[in-house]
């Protein structure tokens, strides 16, 4: 290992003990761990490529759209999700 990547892995161990970083990995694991909170993500993911699918049916649009927004409310609603974002905003 040369001295940059010695450097680099000195960066990374500093970072990484950083108790925000480390809380965003927790969050983040138990947010993806959780089977409602999978369940929903991907409802969401589902109905947001449905509404790229059928961007020219403005009905079909709408009714994706709607149930997006429904379902992308209730995620941010939980706080686990909210907390996982903060921590994940100041970790950015």
Request: proline content about 3%; overall charge negative; some cysteine.
């Amino acid at each position: 290992m040369n001295e940059f990547e010695n450097q680099l892995e000195k960066c990374k161990k500093l970072l990484y003990d950083e108790p925000i970083v480390k809380e965003y990995f927790r969050l983040k694991k138990i947010v993806q761990s959780d089977p409602e909170l999978v369940r929903l993500d991907k409802e969401i993911h589902q109905h947001q490529n449905l509404m790229c699918v059928h961007k020219n049916n403005d009905e079909i649009y709408q009714n994706e759209k709607q149930i997006y927004d429904e379902q992308l409310a209730q995620f941010k609603s939980n706080p686990l999700v909210g907390n996982y974002f903060q921590v994940r905003e100041e970790v950015y």
